[in-house]
């Protein structure tokens, strides 16, 4: 079934695009008030490895190694001073564990001479470590450092393009915008909340659109089923039953949805 997303959007103003995504933002808060890095971590030096640990990899299998990890290595040091072959041995469960192992103890290594040991707080400084870009440096802020951050992955990026937010490819390019339409205090919930939904809801090849609170408001509404039937099959996590009850209160384009539809 294929989207719209080159429908009825195509000519919306800026003003238009602006109160749309901040309705858009209400309703993900509504939808996932509890929404949070799904990485388990006590400080940020647990964050920053946890998140090089999290690419190619579930959140989940990141969460079932770190604990023996961090009970191994607590401090920069350590892990800049660590056996490569033990190292390489608890972390192999999360995949590229040779590279991975590699760049958390270059990372230890350069905490230890730049920053004595320390997780810096700041961005241009977060960047500057090896095998960290913006995407974990706005993770680590976030959620270590409470400095609002957009964090652009996979979910948040394609998500954002799907709903008509940004055209724009490039991640860099993508927070920027998304920054300019969203007030800044919100830039980590939101973060959270969309990546939230991407794994729950809007799935990249089947999104369950016919059970899906944002219905009224996405531009690619159809890109999945838009039967709520069959739609609430595909919607996954533990607030599945809060997710169907608040998308039978949406009208989906062009039609009312009866309430009640998606339960079987």
């Known amino acids: 079934m294929s989207g719209s997303s080159s429908g009825s959007r195509v000519t919306e103003s800026h003003l238009a695009l602006v109160r749309r995504v901040r309705r858009m933002v209400r309703a993900l808060a509504d939808g996932y008030p509890d929404a949070h890095c799904e990485l388990d971590f006590r400080n940020p030096l647990e964050l ?5 640990l999290s690419a190619q990899c579930t959140d989940q299998r990141v969460n079932e190694v770190t604990p023996k990890l961090f009970a191994r290595y607590s401090t920069a040091a350590e892990y800049a001073g660590a056996d490569r072959t033990e190292l390489e041995e608890l972390i192999r469960p999360t995949g590229f564990y040779r590279n991975k192992a590699n760049s958390l103890m270059k990372i230890g290594g350069t905490l230890v001479e730049r920053f004595d040991g320390e997780v810096p707080g700041r961005l241009e400084d977060l960047v500057r470590l090896p095998g960290i ?11 270590a450092f409470e400095v609002p951050g957009i964090t652009v992955d996979t979910h948040f990026g394609r998500l954002v393009r ?4 940004t055209a724009e490819e490039d991640p860099v390019k993508v927070e920027h ?6 007030p800044r205090k919100d830039w980590t919930m939101l973060s959270h909340r969309v990546i939230f939904h991407g ?3 809007c ?4 999104p369950a659109c016919g059970a899906c609170f944002l219905a009224a408001e996405c531009p690619s509404f159809g890109t999945g089923p838009e039967d709520p039937v069959a739609a609430a099959k595909l919607v996954r996590g533990p607030e599945t039953d809060h997710l169907l009850a608040l998308a039978e209160q949406v009208d989906q384009p062009g039609r009312r949805r009866p309430r009640g539809a998606v339960r079987e």
Do not use: D, M, P, Y
């Open 48 to 52: 920053v490895v946890a998140t090089i």
């Open 133 to 143: 870009g913006r995407k974990t440096a706005n993770v680590v802020l976030g959620n």
């Open 162 to 165: 799907r709903w008509g937010w």
């Open 177 to 182: 915008e998304i920054g300019e339409l969203v």
């Open 199 to 201: 794994r729950r809801v």
């Open 203 to 206: 799935h990249s090849r089947r």
